[in-house]
């Protein structure tokens, strides 16, 4: 069975205006399940909007999208949730800054409903959540009750990422999650990535501009430039990639 199915998806921005904008022009694209997909390309060349349509963020004009043979075309964001993680580039945006490292996963808790953590902050919660985030090795285990804000963007990527992932999503959508990152906590932050999606066999889609990173990771690679997918290579085709080859694909595109 096919994790995503998407047929010919189009979404205009600002549509029938003199700023009209097609930010997906017939995008066809299907994903196994287990896949790793990253997708690189151009500023405004319709990553985003991609995964704001996978999610339910904003809806297709035209096309159609299926999660597991079940179409979700003009389902709402709510109702994909349950099956939906999301990982976006500012670490602000996963973490509430004035909760607790502890709060936080409570709050995730009953966002994702996830059965293991379903019960009040009590001691075997607490226990959880500090199995959960020793895995980091950044020793925030012992600062559960330190609020959030304090944290750095790194640590708090990292925290965003074990939140989004603690209830088994069917899809993980990361959207230049190590963009607003040191270069050190951004190779902490995706190797994290990489394990969480390796070890529970997550079908992921990852957004990068890091074209290191596209090399690197992820089980197929594909290149959107003006809402299409011009490039798309599976595994035995990327790991024959350079980095050379790549960065020239970004001078021949269209978008500015
Ligand atoms: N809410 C919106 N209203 C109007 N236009 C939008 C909106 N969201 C995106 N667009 C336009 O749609 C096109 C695709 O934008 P999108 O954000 O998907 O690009 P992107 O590939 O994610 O770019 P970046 O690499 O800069 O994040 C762009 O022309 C953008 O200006
Ligand atoms: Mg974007």
């Known amino acids: 069975m096919k994790m995503l199915d998407i047929e010919q998806l189009t ?8 700023s009209e904008v097609v930010a997906l022009d017939h995008v066809s694209l299907a994903m196994e399940e287990k896949e790793f997909l990253v997708i690189i390309g151009s500023n405004g060349s319709g990553k985003t909007t991609l995964l704001n349509l996978i999610a339910g963020n904003h809806f297709a004009d035209a096309g159609s999208l299926s999660i597991q043979n079940i179409d979700v075309t003009s389902q709402p964001d709510y109702a994909r949730s349950k099956w939906i993680a999301r990982v976006f580039q500012d670490p602000l945006k ?33 226990k959880r959540v500090q199995e959960l985030v020793s895995v980091l090795n950044l020793g925030l285990e012992n600062k559960l009750d330190t609020l959030v804000g304090k944290l750095s963007g790194g640590q708090r990527q990292a925290l965003t990422l074990l939140m989004a992932t603690m209830d088994q999503p069917k899809l993980l959508l990361l959207d230049e999650p190590t963009a607003a990152l040191d270069p050190r906590s951004s190779a902490v932050v995706m190797e994290l990535a990489n394990r969480i999606i390796t070890v529970q066999q997550l079908t992921a889609i990852l957004v990068t501009h890091n074209l290191k990173q596209a090399l690197d990771y992820g089980s197929r690679l594909i290149m959107m430039d003006s809402g299409q997918i011009k490039r798309d290579f599976q595994q035995i085709e990327k790991s024959t990639l350079q980095l050379a080859d790549m960065q020239q694909w970004f001078y021949e595109s269209a978008a500015v």
């Open 94 to 126: 996963g973490t509430a800054p004035d909760l607790s490292i502890l709060e936080n996963f409570r709050l995730a808790s009953l966002r994702t409903k996830s059965k293991s953590l379903r019960t009040g902050i009590n001691q075997l919660f607490r």
């Open 11 to 18: 979404k205009y921005f600002n549509r029938g205006t003199p």
